[in-house]
């Protein structure tokens, strides 16, 4: 069965540093997500993505935070100056129709640990 | 805005006890709702969803949630659990047009042998 995938599991950076995470979609999927859960804390939305472009996005994804297609398989998130409180499981997940009907599958995460 | 609350942060039981976890939501319109699971390791599983029709749902590995409107719940249950049931369970619900799913806390099984 086709899975979402992501990269890197575990990512440790300092402070003011730029990351990406990587994920790839299932690939015949439309709508890509990101999700995040600080540690203690609920899994919540930051953005979806749509035909390249943003369909919406949380409070929390503010201008430090930037998504992008790259090719035609990866879906990559960047925050441009981490901050301590960025640190957090973030979740990657895709679906076919981008309605509430239709189900989200999730990747596995990536850590992000920020000193 | 839509809300979901899960009662229960940590729950521990003895193999073949029942099971059941309480989710409510909070939302005006329309609403599909979902269990989710992540067994320790992995990745957020899908394990029943409603959109419509009958209110009890049956989804994988023997669970099943009922869907009561006018309590605005959707509890997960199990009839008797088993060890590889220890993981966190997700409650999630999401408008009928959108796209952006909203989560409960969480709440952690602990299964004894």
């Keep these: ?115 | 805005a839509q809300s979901v609350s899960q009662h229960n942060h940590h729950v521990i039981l003895s193999e073949a006890a029942s099971l059941e976890l309480g989710c409510n939501y909070s939302y005006g319109g329309t609403v599909n709702l979902f269990w989710y699971v992540q067994y320790p390791g992995q990745h957020l599983q899908l394990l029943l969803k409603y959109f419509s029709g009958d209110p009890l749902v049956k989804g994988i590995k023997g669970f099943e949630a009922e869907f009561i409107k006018s309590k605005f719940s959707f509890n997960l249950r199990k009839p008797s659990v088993q060890w590889s049931d220890t993981a966190e369970y997700f409650c999630a619900v999401i408008s009928n047009a959108g796209n952006m799913l909203t989560f409960g806390g969480g709440t952690r099984l602990m299964v004894k042998p």
């Design chain 1, 1 to 115: 069965e086709p899975e979402v995938t992501q990269t890197p599991s575990h990512q440790v950076t300092q402070m003011g540093q730029e990351v990406i995470l990587r994920c790839v979609p299932i690939s015949n999927h439309l709508y890509f997500y990101w999700y995040r859960q600080i540690l203690g804390q609920k899994v919540e939305f930051l953005v979806s993505f749509y035909n390249n472009e943003i369909s919406e996005k949380s409070e929390i994804f503010d201008d430090q935070f930037s998504v992008e297609r790259p090719d035609g398989s990866n879906f990559t998130l960047k925050i441009r100056s981490t901050k301590l409180e960025d640190s957090a499981m973030y979740f990657c997940a895709s679906n076919k129709a981008g309605v509430g009907t239709d189900t989200q599958y999730f990747g596995p995460g990536t850590r992000l640990t920020v000193l």
